[in-house]
């Protein structure tokens, strides 16, 4: 027989196996034998294989490809032309030999072919034994890892339905494989992403690039009240000839790590929360302010709404009694949710519970309460039906009450809230609330406490000052007591004007160092003494001698007062100063004046010697005295204060008592740092006198 098939000027090469299969690159080897065992076909994968051109071969006995036979029985080649006639197919693993001399390992199929002509051919496929064995370990890893793999594996074809899975994906669905097959995967696979995991996996069908590690929320139906999420890697089948376009993946459950990353942000998140709150609550002794504090450090971070409420009595435990109202005071608020809820949680400033209402239950037990905004919520909770309407149309879904205790008694509540896009409280949600009530409680419960401690002192204060100064035909007095800003406690800034004998006058301004119901008492004292001494010292030095002893004695470490006693009948004014700045003196052509610029040594030094100094004051004159808390303020130099206080006394025109605001407004446009007093004297001389 003629060879069919020889090397000829543009062959198409070895044969090979389809392309995109394993067996892609494993060379076969075709040759045929004739009826005498003799080569009549020759292929271009023989050559290849054995190394003999087909010239050199064809016609020569098949024992040439094979090392030589045993002794005594059949050569090789002969004993598989045997087999193949009488079995017809036959496979088996031989040595050959390469036509260098070179021993090969290959596995062989033969089998007759019987022509036209009833003539019949054995034909042999050869191929390399390393090649085949490379082949059947690629097919055995693949079998052990579609069985065994722990991940889930999937093949889909264009139309996204299963077409092979292994059990780890049956069984991470909840369904068998054959619950699978032909089905579509968003069937299985449910999302709830508007259609984005289908996109996806059709752009990889259309030969997109492949997805790797996407992470896939999703339930499916064998587990259809577990939220799942999944990473996911896509990649385009090779579309090998004759098998159908498709998909191929791997899926790992990864819901377990992406929780406990997700609780770990969450805990780092509620740590950096604390860590502002901490920062930002009590940065104020205002009450208002520490609980407005409160409420910027839980929205948004924390909650979609806050409020906070104080209840009426805050300095005895109360005992919220279920069958009574409650009554609260609301002192901050803020929400990010749109009307109606800016309305509920600010519309209002004292708030009435309805007796058994959920307030009640949450401040005598004293732990934060977790409550699902419903109608019956609002009609247990909200008196007002208006009111109630608004928190049912406010977005809110749930609400956390906790109340704010410190020095074991109920200071108030806060409340937070949270709409439908945020998950409802969970019990570490409770805790948090729970901590950042107790830092504001006590935060709050300290600034209730300086307002009382303030409120005191301001009383003590007020009571202490002067309430009507002496009044003089010669003298129109306008004074002023500005008490300083919430930051800064009380101080010992004090003023008096007294009536003398002969008409005099007396005007008298002083600070004592110090904040606070200390200083508010020993200023006090020194103005009730000042006042007793000026009954008996003639001589405004003596009086400040005197005043020095008494502070002395009194442990009065610091403290600064200026004295002036003015006569009309001559217009003279004495002047004795001890520390404390110098007065102004306004003259009726608009010039400002500083007398008695020698300060002197403040009071309770000691051991000191004061003078007095004597002035002339024309008639119509202003004389102005004040303390540092005029003219020294945050960010200004002293000097610059008493050049602006010398302006504006300049500028003074009209009613004296409209000048003194007016002084005060441009100067303490703002309440100031510290106390401020303002004595403003219109001085007149007295008529003379006939002589007799």
């Excluded at 036509?99 to 290959?106: A, E, I, K, Q, W």
């Excluded at 108030?412 to 709409?419: A, E, I, N, P, Y």
């Excluded at 204060?641 to 004296?656: S, V």
């Amino acid at each position: 027989m003629r060879a069919v098939r020889s090397e000829t000027e543009g062959d198409p090469g070895a044969l090979r196996s389809e392309p995109g299969s394993l067996l892609e690159h494993v060379s076969v080897a075709v040759f045929g034998m004739d009826d005498q065992d003799r080569i009549c076909f020759w292929g271009p994968g023989a050559q290849d294989l054995f190394g003999h051109d087909p010239s050199a071969i064809l016609s020569r006995p098949a024992a040439v490809l094979f090392p030589g036979p045993p002794r005594g029985g059949p050569d090789t080649a002969e004993r598989l032309a045997q087999h193949a006639r009488s079995l017809g197919y036959w496979r088996e693993r031989l040595p050959t030999l390469h036509r260098d001399g070179t021993v090969l390992d290959c596995g062989f199929r033969v089998f007759p072919v019987t022509g036209a002509m009833g003539r019949s051919v054995v034909m042999g496929l050869a191929a390399s034994g390393n090649e085949l064995d490379r082949v059947k370990t690629n097919l055995a890893f693949l079998d052990a890892l579609f069985e065994t793999c722990p991940i889930g594996l999937v093949m889909l074809d264009e139309n996204l339905r299963y077409v092979h899975l292994n059990q780890a994906m049956a069984e991470m669905d909840g369904l068998t494989i054959e619950d699978h097959l032909g089905r579509p995967m968003d069937d299985v696979m449910i999302t709830s992403d508007g259609g984005e995991f289908r996109r996806m996996l059709r752009s990889v069908v259309a030969n997109g690039p492949p997805v790797v590690g996407t992470l896939v929320g999703l339930r499916t139906p064998g587990y259809p009240d577990r939220d799942q999420v999944r990473s996911v890697s896509l990649f385009p089948l090779s579309r090998a000839v004759g098998t159908r376009p498709g998909l191929g993946g791997l899926m790992i459950d990864v819901t377990d790590r992406e929780q406990a990353i997700l609780e770990a942000t969450t805990a780092r998140q509620r740590l950096a929360l604390l860590d502002r709150a901490a920062a930002t609550i009590g940065t104020s002794l205002d009450v208002r302010v520490t609980a407005q504090e409160l409420v910027d450090a839980a929205v948004p971070d924390f909650s979609d709404a806050s409020l906070v409420e104080l209840v009426g009595r805050m300095d005895v435990p109360e005992v919220f009694d279920a069958n009574r109202p409650l009554v609260t005071h609301r002192i901050a608020s803020g929400t990010i949710l749109p009307p109606p809820a800016i309305e509920l949680v600010s519309g209002v400033e004292t708030v009435t519970y309805p007796p058994g209402s959920r307030i009640h239950q949450a401040l005598r037990t004293g732990r934060p309460i977790t409550f699902t905004i419903d109608e019956h919520f609002a009609a247990t909770t909200v008196l007002q039906k208006d009111r109630a309407q608004l928190l049912l149309n406010s977005g809110l879904t749930c609400i956390t009450i906790v109340p704010l205790i410190a020095r074991g008694t109920v200071q108030g509540l806060t409340m937070f809230g949270r709409s439908a896009a945020r998950p409802a409280f969970s019990e570490d949600d409770l805790s948090l609330a729970s901590e950042l009530s107790s830092r504001a409680a006590l935060c709050l419960d300290n600034a209730r406490l300086y307002s009382q401690v303030q409120d005191i002192a301001l009383t003590l204060q007020r009571a202490l000052l002067p309430s009507a100064l002496a009044t003089s035909p010669h003298v129109e007095v306008a004074h002023r007591y500005v008490p300083g800003s919430h930051v800064t406690e009380v101080g010992g800034d004090w003023y008096d004007v007294i009536n003398l004998s002969d008409d005099r006058v007396a005007l008298i301004v002083g600070d004592v160092m110090g904040h606070g119901v200390q200083a508010a008492a020993t200023m006090g004292r020194m103005r009730i003494t000042a006042k007793a001494l000026t009954r008996h010292q003639e001589d405004p030095a003596d009086l400040l001698a005197e005043l020095d002893a008494c502070a002395e004695e009194a442990g009065i470490e610091l403290a600064t007062c200026l004295y002036i006693q003015y006569d009309p009948r001559n217009g003279r004014a004495r002047i004795a100063n001890a520390g404390h700045p110098p007065p102004l003196v306004l003259h009726s052509d608009g010039t400002v004046e500083t007398i008695g610029e020698a300060l002197g040594v403040p009071l309770g030094v000691g051991g000191q010697t004061f003078g007095t100094t004597e002035v002339d004051l024309p008639d119509g004159a202003t004389l102005a005295l004040y303390t540092d808390g005029l003219i020294e303020t945050r960010g200004q130099d002293i000097d610059e204060g008493t050049r602006r206080l010398r302006t504006e006394l300049g500028r003074a025109a009209g009613p004296l008592e409209e000048v003194a605001d007016r002084i005060l407004a441009r100067l303490l446009p703002n309440r100031p740092d510290d106390d401020t007093v303002l004595v403003l004297a219109h001085v007149r001389r007295a008529p003379l006198q006939p002589v007799p």
